[in-house]
């Protein structure tokens, strides 16, 4: 695959001229593979798409089945293994590398592929079909990570950060901590400024893909007389004197996936690392979240394999209309929250559930659905809880109507 240099990466903007080399990629069929996806015949001039939201173009589904491949071959035999051990699989991560899968949106100038975001939505999709870890750890870097820095990074920053991050660095968000759940910008960690650089002190919780991350943002307060506004987001390498990565959780679901506490201890970070403007690192926060919400919904559809159809189709058409909204610049937050609050809520629902109908079978690690279970639960949780969702759903009809 590496030989490849990346099939992802060769093939810019998933055009049709795809090399050679993937000709023998096919997808394998699944019971739980909606039986009406098909290859998109046209899109209107304007480039908004005028089909219906299972219908994928050409390079869309020679995507779909690329990772497939991918999938079963590179991730499946480890899954296992990771699950056990709690450990991503280095060669599972140097794979998602190699094969562009952590650089789908970022343009061909940083080492990336300058694909669609709904690129990344039908990849993580088809990766949380064999394992949700690996899905996350995919979701994460394309919808936060890269999207942080081409949103809001300098142009400097971007010179330096971006093509690591295409090519072997991965980042991590640090958001949440003890006091601050929910409420996320209740946030104590400080940052004191000292001339032209930044002091931070302070602790982070629950922090995801913290044990591989090559660089944190660090949402710190540098006026805590202003409250929430004066959030700032900080880029922090992790060499960084000071910054110590705690011990993983031992959790439920998602094992292969690391989440540690962080902390920092007179970090100092200079001031050309502060990401976007000084007090505005809720807003980018709650926009970077709203994203994600789409990704997370993508991995809930995954467990819902025993689902009826029409729950089926109703979660993955929830998540595909978000996706499609906000490539082409449209107002997603309500979609968004919808796709990820149902979701999540039905794969819960539906995995439990497969357990009770295979009897005693399904409580044993000999199938995979106790897993499946165990993966899924996170997903009413990260990224904004199932209420924090309805919440949002409803702030938004209340200005609608």
Known sequence: ??????????????????????????????AFQS??????????????????????????????????????????????????????????IQGLFEQGLMSIELGEEYGGTGASFFSIILVVEELAKVDPAVSLLCELQNTLTNKLFTTYGT??????????????TIGSFCLSEAGSGSDAFALKTRAEKRGDYY??????????????????????????????????????????????????????????????????????VPETNILGQVGQGYKYAIGMLNTGRIGIAAQGMQHQIAQVATQLEAARLLTYNAARLAETGRPFIKEASMAKYYAAEVATLTTSKCIEWMGGVGFTKNYPIEKYYRDCKIGTIYEGTSNIQLSTIAKSLAKEY
């Not at 219906?52 to 173009?57: A, G, H, I, R, S």
């Not at 987001?233 to 540690?260: M, N, P, Q």
Request: aromatic share 6%; net charge positive; proline share 5%.
């Open 199 to 268: 002091v931070i002190n302070g602790s982070k919780m629950w922090i995801s893909l913290a044990e591989h991350a090559g660089v944190f943002f660090v949402m710190a307060n540098t006026d805590p007389s202003l409250g929430y506004r004066g959030i700032t987001c900080f880029i922090v390498d992790r060499d960084t004197e000071g910054l110590h990565v705690g011990k993983k959780e031992d959790k439920l679901g998602i094992r292969a996936s690391s989440t540690c506490p962080v902390t920092f201890e007179n970090v100092k």
């Open 35 to 92: 039986s009406r996806s098909e290859s998109m015949p046209n899109l209107a001039s304007d480039g908004v798409v005028c089909a219906p939201l299972q219908t994928f173009t050409e390079e869309e589904t020679m995507l779909k089945n690329m990772v497939t491949k991918f999938a079963q071959e590179r991730v499946a035999p480890l899954v296992q293994k990771m699950d056990e051990n709690s450990k991503m699989e280095d060669s599972v």
């Open 1 to 30: 695959m590496a030989a490849a240099g990346g099939w992802l990466r060769g093939c810019a903007k998933l055009k049709r001229n795809m090399p050679v080399y993937l000709a023998p990629w096919r997808a394998s069929p699944r």
């Open 155 to 168: 142009e400097e920053q971007k010179r330096t950060y971006l093509p690591r991050v295409a090519k072997d």
